[in-house]
């Protein structure tokens, strides 16, 4: 489309005072100018200022991977971050946790009916934001509306591509008797954000969520360590249930420390507070490796070496265990299950 | 977690369990049983029983207000959610519980009927005022130590003339129960579940005092050692009723004294008073009908009191055959023991309310302590070198 003819609108979007109307996802003139003045605007690149259907795009050698993920989360705005944000740093993490470079996403909107346009704004800013950040433009992109009532503001769904460098093979089924077990940093910061913010709790110090991209921190850990196995994303279900879904995939047991699990303080004390278990809040921004014990100094100093992996830590052990379980040691010295979630006590986390 | 001080709790609970290793007299068997939830959960979390020698046995007590709540009462507010349109307010777990015909509030919700989780009975409060055209229950569980919180929304409910929030109120009296299991035959007479005494529990006993198990104490013969809700307590617990067994004695203490005392407070015991009245009998899953067991709502609320004005008429529903919550609840049978554990009922599928709230016997030693069921796996050392 050219400049000439984009500016055959009678009046520009009011992003200020305006709102989300049905006609905006009608696919007529209105999505055209909310797509322009929007979406365009914000996140503008060379594959996506064309506006055709689907981009085409230059694509290095080696193995694609491609990963897709819906974000509802409540409030859309939070501590630390925000739906749009989030949208980027989720997908671009699933992709990142395959060993792959992330190279483009895709992001298809469903607004609601009267959602106001100023808050729109500020979340495609935040987005365009997150994927400047990360590298990884928004080369393609759809929206709609539906009515009123029908829905709860935006709902975001981002689409990720990315290729694998030669080498890398990381699986979930892939955790061994004996392998070290990390985690980047501290857990639970997402999900204790989101619910301090949803239930209106001030404590001491904000909790932020630790919503980021991770794919720096996996290509700076692969460079020091391509043997690792496992790379994983503790979101929802938080640690214990990503740690049982490797635990099954791979079949094997684990046994972690609790004591070595970092935590920060005013997490630890929120989730006394909310009733909630650290090792099942939601994460963003914090990674599961599993590497072969002999690697272990190894990882764990690479991890520590990025500011992503500061607080990283070696937390257990995979072991031989027929039932899968996840054990722990106890900050007492006892040992417990470290179960799946049941049930889901933190909906719309992300 | 990372805290600085756990490792000096690991290092005081080493000494604790020596302490009760060298005291326990091997040449009998303890059996203490921990009244409340939040200390089931406790001893389960945190691997207590690992440091305790084989002869001091835990039994779990009924002390989980989730799993006394009766299929009955959750029948009612189901009704009341589905067939009256009301928002039904309650805790998470609540709205877990199995009741009549698969049921439980959360498939309700799925049906459509408007069921929120709240934290506090303030929040249900909350919401019958942001709603002022639609009636909204709050389903009230719980021991002595919720009661206050309901009893304040019920006053300022009044207060403020919030006309369109009640109360279904399901407030039971933890020295009620304690009775009810010293005086049932398989403690009494039958001696099937021996009992040296118990834990008491952390939280009611802020509220109501040391002096309502005084009683037992000197009554029923049996130690009782109130206890704060760290597993270190439940520990230092332990040893005190070790040493009271072995030294005859049959007395309250109180290990939480930086909390309890012997009175209580009064002031939240007043505010109970003045809002509720005991309820001649009240069912109790597990335990059956106890009489003065539980609250009701006073007549001058009776504007709030949700059985009064939807005119709830209660009907007991017998629990499924195969679940031996009764009995667990009781300290008769163990959580193993029911056929249907870990099988059909997991906390995914409970079939029975010890099942859904991490304070049950069954859901605690599912998600906790299942491993200990099987062989022993051999387990390295440590899984990491601190
Ligand atoms: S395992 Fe389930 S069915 Fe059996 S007693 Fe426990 S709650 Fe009831």
């Known amino acids: ?350 | 977690m990372k805290f600085v001080d756990e490792f000096r709790d690991a290092e005081l609970a080493r000494g604790l369990a020596a302490a009760i290793a060298r005291e326990a007299d091997p040449a009998r068997r303890y059996h203490f049983m921990e009244f409340c939830g939040g200390h089931t959960h406790a001893i389960s979390r945190y691997g207590v029983t690992d440091l305790l020698p084989p002869n001091v046995r835990m039994i779990h007590g009924p002390g989980c207000p989730v799993c006394v709540l009766p299929i009955g009462r959750i029948d009612l507010a189901i009704g009341l959610a589905l067939s009256r349109g009301v928002i039904l307010c309650s805790y998470g777990d609540t709205l877990r519980v199995p009741a009549s015909e698969g049921r439980s509030l959360l498939k309700a919700k799925a049906e459509g009927a408007d069921v929120r989780m709240v934290y506090s009975a303030a929040d249900a409060l909350r919401i019958a005022r942001a709603n002022p055209d639609r009636e909204v229950v709050f389903l009230a569980i719980g021991f002595e130590t919720t009661t206050p919180p309901t009893a304040l929304v019920l006053r300022e409910a009044h207060a403020g003339q919030v006309a369109n929030f009640s109360v279904l109120c399901n407030h039971v009296l933890t020295p009620a129960a304690i009775v009810n299991i010293l005086e049932s035959p398989e403690v009494r007479s039958l001696g099937t579940v021996p009992l040296d005494g118990f834990v008491g529990p952390a939280h009611v006993s802020t509220v109501i005092g040391t002096e309502p198990y005084e009683f037992f104490a000197q009554e029923y013969r049996k130690p009782v050692v109130i206890a704060g809700f760290e597993p270190l307590d439940v520990m230092q617990a332990i040893l005190m009723l070790v040493r009271q067994v072995n030294e005859r004695r049959s007395q309250v203490e109180n290990q939480f004294s930086r909390v309890v005392n012997r009175a209580g407070n009064l002031k939240a015991q007043a505010l109970v008073a003045e809002v509720f009245e005991l309820r001649r009998e009240f069912e109790w899953r597990g335990l059956g009908t106890v009489p003065y067991s539980a609250l009701r709502i006073r007549e001058a609320f009776a504007a709030h009191d949700a059985e009064r004005k939807f005119s709830l008429v209660y009907q007991p529903v017998a629990d499924n055959k195969a679940c031996e919550c009764g009995a667990i609840l009781r300290g008769i049978k163990r959580p193993v023991e029911c056929k249907l554990f870990g099988g059909a009922c997991t906390p995914e599928t409970p079939m029975g309310s010890c099942m859904v709230s991490s304070e049950g016997a069954c859901a605690a030693h599912y998600s906790y302590g299942r491993f200990r069921d099987r062989e022993a796996v051999p387990a390295p050392a440590a899984a990491v070198q601190p």
């Not at chain 1, 064309?50 to 409030?75: E, F, K, W």
């Not at chain 1, 994460?283 to 002999?294: D, H, R, S, T, V």
Request: glycine share 10%; net charge negative; with cysteine.
């Open chain 1, 1 to 350: 489309m050219s400049a000439a003819a984009r500016r055959e609108y009678h009046r520009p979007l009011d992003l200020r005072r305006g709102r989300v109307e049905l006609a905006h996802g009608a696919g007529g003139r209105a999505t055209a100018q909310l797509v322009e003045e929007l979406f365009l605007a914000a996140f503008d690149n060379e594959w996506l200022r064309p506006l055709n259907d689907a981009a085409s795009l230059p694509m290095p050698a080696g193995r694609l991977v491609m990963a897709t993920d819906s974000h509802v989360v409540s409030p859309l705005f939070f501590p630390g971050g925000d739906i749009g944000s989030l949208s980027v740093h989720g997908t671009v993490n699933d992709v990142a946790m395959a060993g792959a470079v992330p190279l483009y996403l895709a992001a298809g909107f469903v607004l609601e009916e009267g959602y106001p346009l100023a808050d729109l704004k500020r979340i495609v800013a935040s987005m365009a934001a997150a994927a400047k950040a990360a590298g990884v433009p928004v080369v393609t992109g759809d929206t709609k509306v539906v009515e009123q009532g029908k829905g709860d503001g935006v709902y975001i769904t981002t689409t990720g591509v990315g290729v694998v460098p030669p080498g890398i093979s990381l699986d979930g089924a892939a955790a061994r008797e004996g392998d070290a077990i990390f985690v980047s940093g501290t857990i639970g910061d997402h999900g204790v954000a989101i619910m301090s913010k949803r239930e209106n709790l001030e404590f001491q110090t904000e909790i932020l969520s630790d919503s980021a991209p991770l794919h720096r921190l996996v290509a700076a850990l692969l460079a020091a360590c391509p043997r690792i196995r496992v790379l994983r994303d503790p979101t929802r279900g938080g640690l214990a249930t990503t740690l049982n879904e490797i635990a099954r995939a791979s079949g094997v047991g684990m046994l972690l420390e609790e004591s070595a699990i970092p935590v920060a303080p005013a997490v630890a004390a929120a989730c006394e507070f909310l009733g909630l278990d650290p090792l099942y809040v939601a994460n963003e921004g914090k990674l599961i490796a599993i590497a072969p014990a002999a690697d272990a100094d190894r990882v764990l100093a690479a991890l520590r070496a990025h500011p992503q992996g500061r607080d990283a830590a070696l937390i257990g052990r995979v072991t031989r265990d027929p039932d899968h379980f996840v054990q722990m040691r106890t900050g007492l010295g006892g040992r417990r299950v470290v179960d799946w979630l049941t049930g889901d006590q933190l909906p719309r986390i992300c």
